[in-house]
């Protein structure tokens, strides 16, 4: 227990000492070169310059159009040169999405002998059937299974699921 009072003790006088010299470094840093209420010392040697009045003529800021060159090459780019965005080799046309259907499917038949989709349409507030290869507004069955069906249109695919309750 004593040893650990010790510790404490040194530490603190460790401490204590760093400070003080640390106050007396920041007293001889201000004292040497500026008093305490802000003015400087004047060191024997030292000329002191007198205040020059500049004329406040009539002076006018240059037109806006003089600093265009200044907008156009960009301060903080080490060329200097005016941002030019990458060209790409090839421009694809960006293909238009197509939109889904506003389908609902109800249910699959899937037996021996049929295999068909019934679908709610429900723009037209219809019920469409489809088997599969047959379309409707452009969209044809392609697949079907217990719990969806895929459609194609094109390039593009869509897969209704049975709503589950």
Not at 70 to 86: A, K
Request: aromatic share 8%; net charge neutral; charged share 25%.
């Amino acid at each position: 227990m004593n040893m650990r009072n010790h510790r404490s003790r040194m530490l603190t006088l460790c401490l204590l000492a760093g400070c003080v010299l640390m106050a007396l470094v920041i007293t001889w840093e201000f004292g040497s070169s500026h008093d305490w209420n802000g003015t400087d010392h004047v060191r024997r040697g030292d000329t002191i310059a007198e205040p020059v009045d500049l004329p406040r003529g009539d002076f006018e800021l240059p037109p806006i159009d003089a600093f265009a060159e200044l907008v156009e090459r960009p301060l903080f780019s080490n060329t200097r040169r005016p941002y030019e965005p990458p060209v790409s080799a090839q421009k694809k046309p960006k293909a238009k999405a197509v939109p889904a259907p506003d389908w609902a499917l109800l249910g699959t038949v899937i037996t021996a002998e049929e295999l068909f989709a019934l679908l709610w349409d429900k723009r037209n507030r219809q019920f469409v059937r489809l088997e599969p290869g047959m379309d409707s507004a452009g969209w044809e069955l392609v697949a079907v299974a217990p719990a969806m069906i895929t459609l194609k249109r094109g390039n593009a695919s869509h897969q209704i699921e049975l709503p589950r309750f």
